[in-house]
């Protein structure tokens, strides 16, 4: 089943100080090993400003299956760029179908 479409509600764990959860849709899963989510407004990383994060399971061997059946996978997720290598690490979440 693929996930593309899906709203998504990505709650926030580190940095520990971040205020809010980020809410989007999912534009592609790439392979089953990545996502990546158009999200409802840009956030402001290290060094890029964008509405596109892509996430990839934060453990090994763990897959993204588990959104399909309601349950939450725990994430690292990076600001990426449209059409560009560039990319900016900013956090680690948990992510669920909205």
């Known amino acids: 089943m693929s996930l593309k479409g899906q709203t998504v509600r990505i709650i926030v764990s580190e940095p520990w100080d971040w205020e809010e959860n980020l809410f989007g ?21 290290k ?13 090994e061997k763990e897959t993204f299956k588990p ?3 309601h349950y939450s996978v725990t994430v690292g997720g990076a600001l990426v760029k449209e059409d560009s290598d560039e990319f900016d690490y900013i956090i680690i979440a948990s992510i669920t179908i909205d």
């Open 47 to 59: 060094t890029l400003t964008s509405d596109l994060l892509e996430l990839r399971p934060r453990y």
């Open 25 to 45: 849709t999912i534009l592609s899963d790439r392979g089953g090993d990545k996502l990546l989510v158009k999200l409802t407004k840009p956030i402001k990383g």
């Open 67 to 69: 959104l399909s059946q």
